[in-house]
């Protein structure tokens, strides 16, 4: 248990229905991301946060997607008008980036497994 | 083509070989390089992790980096059942970790 901690861990929805995660970073770590795993294929980078800013967010995040993290502490990721193509593994990971440091290590969730039907 | 490429195999040996795991990339401004362990329906688990050019070892567990060929190696020492797993390497460009397919390693008893 790396501290990260997503919910729920699994998501059935009908296409067309909007869904939203949740995920818990460990409580110093500043940077939060969010990753899509498909079956067979290595997590994708959708966007990350530092703090409560947005800084960056992936080609892959169409605007049905849509992430937040209000507070610089949990963060939320919404999918509106599920498509079946939407059926993944959602990865939340965070890390402490800060002072010198040339990298910072990130910590994966768990996961939300979404099915869309 | 992908950024960084993995062969997803799957990979099987016997417990007690010496297995290699590799990557290759095209992103020549890639400077830390991290091996990641996933289990089935688990998040991903760092290994390891090296800077540019050059070797790590930690326990059983060795990375290589070369970054004039862009190849990124992992090597197991003394396998074991536990080490089966998929192993997902991941260059980090700016903020974001770029992760090749994963391969999927299995250890037989």
Redesign the interface.
Known sequence: D?G?SQDPRHKITKRGQNVTFRCDPISEHN?L?W?RQTL??????LT?FQNEAQ??KSRLLSDRFSAERPKGSFSTLEIQRTEQGDSAMY?CASSLRGGRQ??D???????T?LTVL | QKE?E?D?GPLSVPEGAIVSLNCTYSNSAF??FMW?RQYS??????LM?T?SSGNKEDGRFTAQVDKSSKYISLFIRDSQPSDSATY?C?P?G?????????TRLTINP
């Open positions: 790396t990260v940077r991301y990753y067979g294929q290595g997590p994708e980078f990350y800084l960056e990865l040339l990298t290590t990130q910590y994966f969730g768990p996961g497994r | 960084v993995q997803p400077q830390y990641y329906r688990k998040g991903p688990e760092l992790y800077y997902l991941a980090q700016a903020q974001k970790l770029v992760f090749g397919q994963g």
